[in-house]
């Protein structure tokens, strides 16, 4: 095998050893609880009907961020950003079947969008939005939740 062939196979192998798990950032994986610090908007009481569900179990290798959140079990993924502690991550549910101020409703899609700063290891704060729409059900069912909120693994809270 000649010397540039090894080479154009070695590249790509070095590239996604370099941006699989190698990047130093601080936050710890496992299980956090979200509460809310402000609510600027909560068309439907989403927070306090489903404040049981504002958890998830977030994972972190290399850049690459994942969130098993518990409201409508939603899986988030998204990445740290170029410089620094700060990450954005996203995730989408379809045809979910929840209640929203006491109507059944059938959602045609649910996202989450959250971003975040890493405060400490077991620490991030940012914003969250999530957004309910329903085309065809009831209007009930249509609205949005933005907050800002800290999330802790494990109420390990750091300063």
Same mark, same amino acid.
Request: aromatic share 10%; net charge negative.
């Given at each position: 095998?000649?010397?540039?062939?090894?080479?154009?196979?070695?590249?790509?192998?070095?590239?996604?050893? +370099?941006?699989?798990?190698?990047?130093?950032?601080?936050?710890?994986? &496992?299980?956090?609880?979200?509460?809310?610090?402000?609510?600027?908007?909560?068309?439907?009481?989403?927070?306090?009907?489903?404040?049981?569900?504002?958890?998830?179990?977030?994972?972190?290798?290399?850049?690459?961020?994942?969130?098993?959140?518990?409201?409508?079990?939603?899986?988030?993924? &998204?990445?740290?950003? +170029?410089?620094?502690?700060?990450?954005?991550?996203? &995730?989408?549910?379809?045809?979910?079947?929840?209640?929203?101020?006491? @109507?059944?409703?059938?959602?045609?899609?649910?996202?989450?969008?959250?971003?975040?700063?890493?405060?400490?290891?077991?620490?991030?704060? &940012?914003?969250?939005?999530?957004?309910?729409?329903?085309?065809?059900?009831?209007?009930?069912?249509?609205?949005?939740?933005?907050?800002?909120?800290?999330? @802790?693994?494990? +109420?390990?809270?750091?300063?």
């Amino acid at each position: 095998m000649s010397t540039s062939r090894r080479f154009r196979l070695l590249v790509p192998a070095l590239l996604v050893s +370099a941006m699989s798990g190698c990047l130093p950032f601080i936050q710890e994986a &496992g299980d956090y609880e979200f509460t809310p610090v402000e609510i600027f908007r909560d068309d439907c009481g989403l927070y306090d009907a489903n404040r049981d569900l504002f958890n998830g179990s977030l994972q972190v290798t290399g850049r690459v961020v994942r969130l098993n959140f518990g409201l409508l079990d939603t899986q988030l993924i &998204g990445y740290f950003l +170029a410089e620094g502690d700060d990450f954005a991550i996203d &995730g989408t549910t379809i045809n979910a079947a929840t209640p929203v101020r006491g @109507v059944d409703c059938l959602l045609d899609e649910a996202s989450i969008h959250i971003d975040a700063t890493t405060k400490c290891e077991t620490r991030f704060d &940012g914003a969250m939005r999530v957004r309910y729409a329903s085309e065809q059900r009831p209007a009930e069912c249509a609205c949005e939740l933005w907050m800002r909120f800290e999330a @802790v693994k494990e +109420a390990n809270r750091c300063e």
